[in-house]
């Protein structure tokens, strides 16, 4: 649900993020939010009805670009498909921009699942494997999927304060030796 304050929303949800990542999803309250804001708790309702809502809407946005990263992939299959190092960019890319919000969403797995996101972030992998191997896919190359597109978002996460371009050209190198393609 879009509310008036936009710059109000950003600055509920920036704390919310912090909070969450000290505290866990479910052990933060919209009390401890409003409270390090400064504002009162019917200020917050106003902008968000429940700590759901709130989480949603940040990880929203991960899901949703990152859905529609798939998808245009998807369509350019059959005309112009991307090469396995493209997609391998492009999805660090998109990784690496998100990845404060992927710690939320890595920490409160029970949490995606309660908000009904869990089977889109999963399916995803299948799908960029896909992209690279086919749509039926062996065990081996399903395996190998699974371990260089997991191992990618791990990389974003684990290496916080490496060089972001060291840190690309690295998990792209590693992501291709998975799945067991030539870094050309």
């Not at 999803?25 to 390090?36: G, K, N, W, Y």
């Amino acid at each position: 649900m879009s509310r008036p304050g936009t710059g109000t929303r950003q600055r509920i949800q920036d704390v919310a993020r912090e909070l969450f990542g000290q505290k866990g999803v479910h052990r933060t309250s919209l009390q401890d939010i409003a409270d390090r804001l400064g504002i009162t708790k019917p200020a917050l309702y106003y902008h968000f009805s429940s700590r759901e809502e709130l989480v949603r809407s940040i990880l929203h946005p991960l899901i949703d670009e990152g859905e529609l990263f798939i998808v245009e992939l998807e369509k350019r299959a059959s005309t112009n498909p991307a090469s396995p190092r493209e997609l391998l960019e492009g999805y660090f890319d998109f990784l690496f921009r998100h990845r404060s919000d992927l710690v939320l969403a890595v920490t409160e797995l029970t949490t995606l699942a309660d908000l009904g996101l869990v089977d889109k972030v999963l399916a995803w992998q299948k799908r960029l494997c896909a992209l690279v191997f086919g749509t039926r896919p062996t065990l081996e190359q399903s395996t190998r999927g699974v371990i260089a597109f997991g191992g990618m978002q791990d990389c974003c996460l684990q290496f916080p304060n490496s060089p972001p371009k060291r840190l690309r050209q690295a998990t792209i190198t590693g992501a291709l030796a998975a799945l067991g393609l030539p870094d050309a």
